[in-house]
């Protein structure tokens, strides 16, 4: 992977989608809502699932959190996948690659530019409602130099604060050391889907989660491929509920849920299943996970007012 990074920055990573390129023209099938409704083109990879520039502070004030982080990042979660792709029965894995897909999972439920925008807004929320607690903190910490309240001093350094708050912010939370911690602790598998009658698709949203990551009994899924899925556990039981479907039953549960979580794009190997994308395409109502993050923040701001 070319450490020299683009200006396209991918939120739907180039070494995932490679594994839905159609061997004859090295191209995957896009789906995604435009002017006459739901439909397909093909792409190469690098082609599709960026927005230019999703990483970087706006004003330039902060490091690119794509050179920084995401390429990086994205290096590790690559070498994982290989592994999990060429390996048979079990895997050995290294702390390094193991940790680089735990951090790709968090990635995908974090880095689309719906992400980046509820992130940035988080942060002026924070600023816009000052609680009583954050403007005593500015007192107690002001200098001679700084404007006299927390207010005045948000309006003038709004834009640097914020755009490094949310790169900061979004590389802690990708990067999250106790979710991490969790991930690499559950049972983790790689089951081959190719006797179901359907392939498996993928999205902008491809990791189902069902539970919390709290729970004995949850699941956390992943299409690696369309012959391949990716599954954690924490207990036996839910390894054994999941095996109990046959694979034609868990291909076409896995893409039901992959293909409504999608906020931009679903991808395929064809458009073979272009009326199955159209009825499911983002159908799903689960908030994303940053909503749900600040929705607690919101709650916790009125709890201390």
Excluded at 88 to 114: A, C, D, V, Y
Excluded at 140 to 160: F, G, H, L, V, Y
Aim: aromatic content about 8%; overall charge positive; some cysteine.
């Amino acid at each position: 992977m070319s450490n020299n990074p683009s200006h396209d920055h991918h939120f739907v990573p180039v070494f995932y989608l490679e594994n839905w390129v159609d061997p004859c023209t090295k191209l995957v099938t896009e789906f995604k809502r435009r002017f006459h409704g739901v439909s397909p083109r093909t792409s190469a990879p690098k082609g599709t699932g960026y927005k230019k520039f999703l990483y970087d502070s706006e004003d330039g004030s902060a490091v690119s959190l794509e050179a920084s982080f995401m390429m990086p990042a994205d290096t590790d979660a690559a070498g994982a996948l290989r592994l999990m792709l060429v390996s048979r029965g079990n895997i050995q894995w290294t702390p390094k690659l193991r940790s680089g897909w735990s951090r790709f999972l968090m990635g995908m439920l974090l880095r689309h530019p719906e992400d980046v925008a509820e992130l940035a807004k988080l942060v002026d929320d924070d600023w816009t409602n000052l609680t009583q607690n954050m403007q005593d903190r500015y007192s107690r910490d002001r200098t001679p130099e700084m404007p006299e309240t927390a207010e005045e001093w948000w309006e003038q350094n709004r834009s640097e604060f914020r755009e490094k708050a949310r790169l900061k912010w979004h590389r802690g939370l990708i990067d999250h050391k106790g979710i991490g911690r969790r991930l690499n602790a559950m049972r983790w598998s790689v089951l081959d889907m190719g006797t179901s009658k359907h392939l498996l698709l993928t999205s902008d949203r491809p990791v189902v989660i069902d539970g919390n990551l709290g729970d004995p009994s949850v699941s956390v899924i992943v299409p690696i491929s369309p012959t391949r899925l990716f599954i954690a556990v924490r207990d036996e039981d839910t390894f054994a509920k999941i095996r109990r479907e046959s694979s034609t039953q868990l291909v076409a549960r896995v893409n039901r849920q992959v293909v409504a979580n999608a906020r931009t794009f679903v991808y395929g190997s064809d458009a073979r299943y272009a009326e199955f994308v159209r009825k499911h395409f983002g159908t799903s109502q689960e908030p994303s996970l940053l909503q749900k993050l600040a929705e607690k923040r919101r709650l916790e701001r009125i709890a201390k007012q």
